[in-house]
């Protein structure tokens, strides 16, 4: 017979702890073993779904990484804001302590000083759909001047290099907006007898796309094509629609009721993609530096030396097909989208 052993209840509290605590230990899920990250998620304008698909990618893509023993928090800050409501979702993420902050920049400038403060704190700081200048972020995302370059050069070639055009531009003062304006214009200066008659901001809102180009098209009787930007370009075609303009050519959007209306009207069109995974894929990127992975040379690019440039799909007819398969059965507002593997992300890493 064993004796009896005496215990303080002091010491008998100690050994059920560590008892417990033990056995917590052995049932925990995997994935609390890993690493885990914080990271801020900043997005100053909510005016259209293909932000509040970019914040649900973003968020489902976070999720994911709990397959892979990561724990990834993500703070999402997402409102309609000016510039300084922005700097101040930056500031609140640099209290919190979080580890990165993936940022969709409402300026390329003005965040300079407080991505500074970022930097300070060991914050990595990455910007998406809109380049930033600060030498303490950087940019993982589509080249917003390419993207226009595109869909601009498509819109030249089926006019066989010459006609009367106008442009339908996003937020006058946006930075992705700037650099497709920019990208648009070097285009079309190629060629002489392509004349640009007006170039004017509908704030990528749908309604005010469709206003616009009525608008347009009883100012400019001679009107033969139209170069316009994302969801403001359903508004653009309905208003040709209306007024009977089959012969005018414009570029189209990704979203899935545009697709639809391409489709069954056999539209001449084409859009460039900026898909809403380029937070996913800032994420991705994000990631494998804060486990300590260094760049490799020569990786980054842009105005700023800090940009890392992802694919983007030009939707034609030819590619239309593969393109209503993927929104095939989502909600009409749901665009287009791609982004990055984890793995594809890894390769920009030594």
């Keep these: 017979m064993m004796p009896k052993l005496f215990l303080p209840k002091r010491s008998l509290t100690k050994l059920v702890l560590a008892a417990a605590l033990a056995t917590t230990a052995l049932t925990a899920p995997a994935a609390l073993a890993g690493p885990k990250f914080v990271i801020g998620v900043s997005n100053g304008w909510i005016g259209s779904e293909w932000r509040t698909q970019m914040i649900d990618e973003v968020t489902e893509a976070a999720k994911a990484y709990g397959a892979r023993d990561i724990q990834v928090e993500l703070v999402v800050q997402s409102a309609t804001v000016d510039v300084q409501g922005q700097i101040a979702h930056v500031r609140n993420f640099i209290n919190q302590g979080v580890n990165a902050i993936l940022i969709n920049p409402n300026s390329p400038t003005a965040f300079n000083p407080i991505f500074k403060q970022a930097k300070a704190a060991n ?17 993982v995302g589509v080249d917003q001047k390419a993207w226009a370059q595109k869909s601009a050069q498509w819109l030249a070639d089926t006019l066989g290099g010459k006609g009367n055009i106008v442009a339908i531009n996003g937020l006058a003062g946006h930075p992705a907006n700037q650099m497709r304006v920019d990208g648009y214009r070097e285009v079309f200066a190629k060629y002489p007898d392509i004349k640009i008659l007006n170039e004017a901001n509908a704030n990528w809102d749908q309604a005010q796309g ?29 208003a040709l629609s209306e007024a009977g303009k089959s012969n005018i050519v414009a570029t189209g959007e990704i979203r899935a009721s545009f697709l639809k209306t391409w489709s069954d009207a056999k539209l001449t069109t084409a859009a460039s993609v900026n898909p809403p995974g380029v937070m996913v894929s800032a994420l991705h990127v994000a990631l494998h530096r804060l486990q300590g992975k260094e760049f490799k040379d020569g990786v980054f690019k842009g105005q700023y030396g800090n940009a890392i440039y992802v ?24 665009s287009v989208t791609t982004a990055l593997t984890v793995d594809e992300a890894g390769a920009f890493f030594k």
């Design 123 to 139: 914050i990595l700081v990455i910007a998406t759909d809109a380049e930033v200048s600060s030498p303490d972020a950087m940019y």
């Design 210 to 238: 469709q206003q616009t180009m009525k608008t347009l098209l009883a100012t400019f009787p001679t009107l033969n094509g139209v170069w316009v930007q994302d969801g403001m370009a359903a508004g653009a075609w309905r």
């Design 311 to 334: 694919p983007i799909p030009l939707i034609t007819t030819a590619s239309l097909p593969d393109a209503l398969k993927q929104v095939q059965g989502k909600p009409d507002y749901t």
